[in-house]
């Protein structure tokens, strides 16, 4: 185990995991602001025009969409926009609760696993 995952979160920041094939995405993200920067993602990510995923918040499509575009971000090497997906999937997939399921992150770890052959993940809060 390293450092980081050893040493507890602060209680403004959220640790955010992501498990992608062989691959771990993960950082220490600012609370504040959160819900903000969740939203700016979804509105602009490639090739789908700005509204669309934010019209499909709570549906199996909204999933489908932000799942099918995590692995091209993981190929590219954008961390935190992985992680981003996992917050977005916190709040807006089919089994979200909203805006609120950002709320009251602070200090803990949020770890996400996809779901084999679905564009779906396993979400644990802890």
Request: net charge negative; aromatic share 8%.
């Amino acid at each position: 185990m390293t450092e980081f995952f050893a040493r507890p979160v602060d209680d403004d920041r959220v640790r955010v995991e992501m498990v992608l094939g062989h691959r771990l995405f993960t950082a220490d993200l600012p609370t504040v602001g959160l819900a903000d920067e969740v939203e700016r993602f979804e509105s602009r990510l490639d090739g789908i025009e700005p509204g669309r995923v934010a019209a499909m918040r709570g549906t199996l499509e909204g999933m489908q969409i932000v799942g099918e575009a995590v692995p091209g971000l993981a190929d590219r090497g954008d961390t935190i926009d992985v992680l981003w997906a996992v917050l977005w999937a916190l709040a807006h997939g089919p089994q979200g609760r909203g805006w609120p399921a950002l709320d009251d992150l602070g200090g803990q770890l949020v770890r996400a696993f996809p779901i084999p052959g679905l564009q779906g993940w396993t979400i644990d809060t802890c």
